[in-house]
C-alpha cells in the first residue's frame, strides 16, 4: 500500500465517526424533544384533570350550601308560633295598635294581631250598609276606630296568632250583651277573668268588664307590687296586676271605652 492510499483511508474513517457522532447526537436530541413533549402533554393532560375536579368539588359545595340554607330556611317557616283557627260567634274588642281580643262564649279569650295583608268585612258597624245583605271589604283603621267604640260582634280566623280573616256578623248590635265599650271610674273589687279582662265590682256589687291594653297605668300600694309600709304608690306591670287580681283585690279603674286607662290601687 503507498502512503498516499494509507492517508486516504485514515481521512475516510474520521468521516466515518465525525458522521456516527453527528447521527448520534441527532437521535439523542429527538428522544430527549419527544421526552419533554410526552412530558408535558401529561403535564397538561394532569393540570386540566385537576381543574374539573376541583370544578366539581366546588359546584357540590355550593350545592350542598344551598340545600343547607334551603332548610335552614324550612326549619325557620315551621318555627312560627302562636294560636291558629276559626272564633265563630265572638265579638272583637280593641286592646292596643294592631292588637285585639275575641271573646267567644265557652271559649278562653284569645288575643291576636292585625297584619299588612288581614282581610276585614263589615255589615254596618266596622263599615258598608247595615241595611244591605252581606259585608262589606273594610280598611285596618275601620276596624280600629269601630272596636274602640265598644266590641264588634265578628268571626275571626287566624294563622299562628295573625287573624287572616275578621268579618262582622250581620245583623247583631254592637256591643249586645258584653258590657264591654263603656268609660267611667269604678272603685272596688277587681277580679281576673282571661289574659288582658277583669271585672270591677261597684259599691251595689254590679260587675263591669273591662280589658287592659299596652299602654294601660296600674299603680300598687302594696298588693300589686310596691310597699304598703311607704305612703303613695308605685307602678306596676301588667303581670302584676293580673297575679294579684287572681287573688283579688280593691282599685280605682278609669274606663275608656271599656279599656283600662289607669288602674290605681286602693290604700
Excluded at 275578621?166 to 277573668?193: A, D
Aim: net charge negative; glycine share 12%.
Amino acid at each position: 500500500m503507498s502512503e498516499g492510499t494509507f492517508v486516504m483511508n485514515r481521512h475516510l474513517r474520521k468521516a466515518v465517526v465525525v458522521t456516527a457522532a453527528i447521527t448520534a447526537g441527532l437521535l439523542m436530541t429527538a428522544c430527549q424533544n419527544d421526552s419533554t413533549s410526552t412530558d408535558s402533554s401529561s403535564s397538561t393532560s394532569s393540570s386540566k384533570s385537576r381543574s374539573q375536579s376541583d370544578s366539581s368539588g366546588t359546584s357540590s359545595d355550593s350545592s350542598s350550601g344551598k340545600e343547607g340554607s334551603a332548610a335552614v330556611a324550612n326549619n325557620a317557616s315551621s318555627s312560627k308560633s302562636g294560636v291558629s283557627g276559626t272564633f265563630e260567634n265572638g265579638t272583637v274588642a280593641y286592646l292596643a295598635p294592631g292588637k285585639y281580643i275575641v271573646t267567644v262564649p265557652g271559649r278562653t279569650d284569645q288575643q291576636f294581631f292585625v297584619a299588612d295583608d288581614t282581610l276585614v268585612y263589615g255589615a254596618g258597624t266596622i263599615c258598608g250598609d247595615p241595611q244591605l245583605t252581606g259585608t262589606q271589604r273594610c280598611s285596618q283603621d275601620e276596624l280600629e276606630a269601630a272596636t274602640k267604640n265598644g266590641d264588634v260582634p265578628a268571626d275571626v280566623t287566624m294563622k299562628n296568632g295573625i287573624a287572616t280573616a275578621v268579618t262582622e256578623r250581620p245583623g247583631t248590635e254592637q256591643g249586645s250583651g258584653s258590657g264591654k265599650g263603656v268609660s267611667g271610674t269604678w272603685l272596688g273589687e277587681v277580679k281576673y277573668l282571661a289574659p288582658g279582662k277583669f271585672t270591677v265590682s261597684d259599691m251595689k256589687g254590679t260587675e263591669q268588664q273591662f280589658f287592659v291594653a299596652d299602654d294601660t297605668l296600674v299603680y300598687g300600694a302594696g298588693t300589686i307590687c310596691g310597699d304598703p309600709q311607704l305612703t303613695g304608690t308605685q307602678r306596676c306591670s301588667l303581670d302584676e296586676l293580673e297575679a294579684a287580681a287572681q287573688k283579688g283585690l280593691t282599685a280605682e279603674v278609669e274606663l275608656t271605652d271599656g279599656i283600662a286607662t289607669t288602674i290605681i290601687e286602693d290604700h
